[in-house]
Nanobody, 125 residues
Framework: QVQLVESGGGLVQTGGSLRLSCAAS????????MGWFRQAPGKEREFVAAITGSGYGTYYADSLKGRLSISRDNAKNTVRLQMNSLKPEDTAVYYCAAASWSELNVRNTNWYNFWGQGTQVTVSS
């Protein structure tokens, strides 16, 4: 129902910053909780951040608090993830996800019902 396309990934040095974007189409964007997840080679997909439909509620992985910020612009159907002070262990494919369920479970990978194809983030030493 909704198509998600990530952008903004790339190669950065340790300590650098990136801003990831997710563009949505085909649905009523403001009705979706939007989340960011990441998956490194050989590891499970893990929660990064999420934001409610209104943009008022934000959620972050405990290990990443203070280094990132999630926001959304419902007029432009986009969600953004600002990442700062990047480390080599942040290297992963970052995925944008959307959920239409009424009950919140934003840190659970299986709760989201729409996914983008991902964008690669590589942080060099």
């Amino acid at each position: 129902q909704v198509q998600l396309v990530e952008s903004g990934g790339g190669l950065v040095q340790t300590g650098g910053s990136l801003r990831l974007s997710c563009a949505a189409s085909g649905g009523t964007f403001s009705r979706y909780v939007m989340g960011w997840f990441r998956q490194a080679p050989g590891k499970e997909r893990e929660f990064v951040a999420a934001i409610t439909g209104s943009g008022y509620g934000t959620y972050y992985a405990d290990s990443l608090k203070g280094r990132l910020s999630i926001s959304r612009d419902n007029a432009k159907n986009t969600v953004r993830l600002q990442m700062n002070s990047l480390k080599p262990e942040d290297t992963a494919v970052y995925y944008c996800a959307a959920a239409s369920w009424s009950e919140l479970n934003v840190r659970n990978t299986n709760w989201y019902n729409f996914w983008g194809q991902g964008t690669q983030v590589t942080v060099s030493s």
